[in-house]
């Protein structure tokens, strides 16, 4: 079935720094989103990918959809506190395959930050 | 409301007993999706509902498993005799259009099972 592979698994960082972190599939997505899990939490959706080649901004946080479809990554820019926690990346396959409404989650970057 | 709701939030069972799970869509949303989280995993995918019929169940793990949404709207997820490998994070996320462009899935806080 379809795998994404997140990278890193962790990573731990200084207050202030840039985070950077991606995921790649080795089949084609159509959507890719990026999601951030609190403890105790659900995942809540950050940014929303749909065309390949998508470069798309929240705030300090910038994504981008693969031109081959098979990749995203996410950037935080200047990293305070509060960006604390598990970053997942998400995506659905193609509207033809069977099952391509459902998400398929990475396996989760958990960032923590030295103040 | 303003946001997906699940409840019980938190649930103790003990071995063999049977549990079901609520989630609340966001309103006027047509698809609802159940998941499935392991410490320290993904969430990966359970089973799916567009209105009141469920168009994919393939992720369920074993035929204890079952879920419902009888009205287009409440789902509820049962597990019958429960085991001790069903304990995880049981995540709802609802998406407001039947076939969508845009595949974003609102999710709630989650229901933790533990079975003892």
């Known amino acids: 079935g379809q795998q994404l592979n997140q990278s890193p698994q962790s990573m731990f960082i200084q207050e202030g720094e840039d985070v950077s972190m991606n995921c790649t599939s080795s089949?084609?997505?159509?959507?890719w989103l990026w999601y951030k899990q609190d403890p105790g939490e659900g995942p809540v959706l950050l940014i929303a990918l749909y065309k390949a080649g998508e470069l798309t901004s929240n705030g300090r946080l910038t994504a981008q959809f693969g031109i081959t479809r098979k990749d995203s990554f996410l950037n935080i820019s200047a990293s305070i506190p509060s960006d604390v926690g598990i970053y997942f990346c998400a995506g659905t396959g193609p509207y033809r395959v069977q099952g391509a409404q459902k998400l398929v989650f990475g396996q989760g970057t958990r960032l923590t930050i030295n103040p | 409301g303003a946001g997906v709701s699940q409840s019980p939030r938190y649930k103790v069972a003990k071995r063999g007993q049977d549990v079901a799970l609520r989630c609340d869509p966001i309103?006027?949303?047509?698809?609802l999706f159940w998941y499935q989280q392991a410490l320290g995993q993904g969430p990966e995918f359970l089973t799916y509902?567009?209105?009141?019929?469920?168009?994919?169940k393939s992720g369920l793990p074993s035929d204890r498993f079952f879920a419902e949404r009888p009205e287009g709207s409440v789902s509820t997820l049962k597990i019958q005799r429960t085991q001790q490998e069903d304990s995880a994070v049981y995540l709802c996320?609802?998406?407001?259009?039947?076939?969508?462009?845009?595949?974003?899935?609102?999710f709630g806080p989650g229901t933790r099972l533990l079975v003892l």
């Open positions: 509902f567009q209105n009141e019929a469920q168009l994919d």
């Open positions: 309103s006027g949303h047509v698809s």
């Open positions: 996320a609802s998406r407001s259009r039947v076939l969508p462009r845009q595949e974003t899935q609102y």
């Open positions: 089949s084609i997505f159509n959507t």
